[in-house]
C-alpha cells in the first residue's frame, strides 16, 4: 500500500514535505506518481534557489521499486513570511495537489491510488514548544557559550586568544 502525504518539515517552521511511502508488507514495483495540476516550473528568477526540480526530476521516470517502509521525500512547500506575517511558499507549487500512485505488487496486479493535498490544512494548526525540545536546547547551550565567552575576553581584558 502506498500513500502520498505532506508532513512537517522538522526544526524548519512554515515548511511541508511531500512524502511517498511505502505502508504495505511487500514490494512495489513500476512505480508511477502524476500531479494534477501538473508541476510548474519556477520562474528564471527564482531557478538557481528553487526545489522543484528535484521534485519534477524525481517523479519524471517510473520507479523501479519501492520496499516496505521505504519513503521518497521532497520539500513542497517552503515557507516565507510575507509582508502581513503570514507564510507563502516560495516554490511554485500548488497549494491544493492530486497525486495519483500507480504501481504493481510482486505477483503483477496494478494498483491505483489518488490522494488529495491540501497545504491550507496546516495553516491554522497549533503547536506546543517544551524549554526540553532539541531546538530549545540548542538555544539555551549558545546563550550559555556567548556568556562563557563574554567572561573570558573580561579576563584577558579584551585581548584575543593566543596574545597572553
Given amino acids: 500500500m502506498l500513500a502520498a502525504e505532506l508532513r512537517i518539515v522538522p526544526y524548519v517552521q512554515g515548511s511541508l514535505k511531500l512524502v511517498v511511502k511505502n505502508y ?3 514490494i512495489a514495483k ?3 506518481v502524476t500531479f494534477q495540476p501538473l508541476l510548474p516550473d519556477p520562474s528564471p528568477e527564482i531557478a538557481s534557489q528553487s526545489v522543484t526540480p528535484f521534485l519534477k526530476r524525481r517523479y519524471s521516470r517510473k520507479i ?4 516496505p517502509g521505504m519513503e521518497l521525500e521532497n520539500i513542497y ?3 516565507r513570511p510575507g509582508p502581513d506575517g503570514i507564510f507563502v511558499n516560495f516554490e511554485p507549487l500548488p497549494d491544493q495537489v492530486t497525486v495519483r500512485l500507480v504501481y504493481e505488487d510482486t505477483s503483477g496486479r496494478s494498483y491505483r491510488d489518488v490522494f488529495h493535498l ?22 539555551e547551550i549558545a546563550g550559555t557559550l556567548k556568556k562563557i565567552e563574554g ?6 581584558g579584551g585581548r584575543g586568544p593566543g596574545s597572553d
Fill in 118 to 139: 491540501d497545504t491550507q490544512l496546516f495553516h491554522d494548526m497549533t503547536i506546543a514548544t517544551s524549554s526540553g525540545a532539541p531546538d530549545a536546547k540548542i538555544k
Fill in 77 to 79: 512547500y517552503s515557507g
Fill in 151 to 156: 567572561h573570558m575576553k573580561t579576563r584577558r
Fill in 30 to 32: 513500476n512505480v508511477w
Fill in 64 to 67: 523501479a521499486t519501492l520496499t
Fill in 24 to 26: 504495505g508488507p511487500s
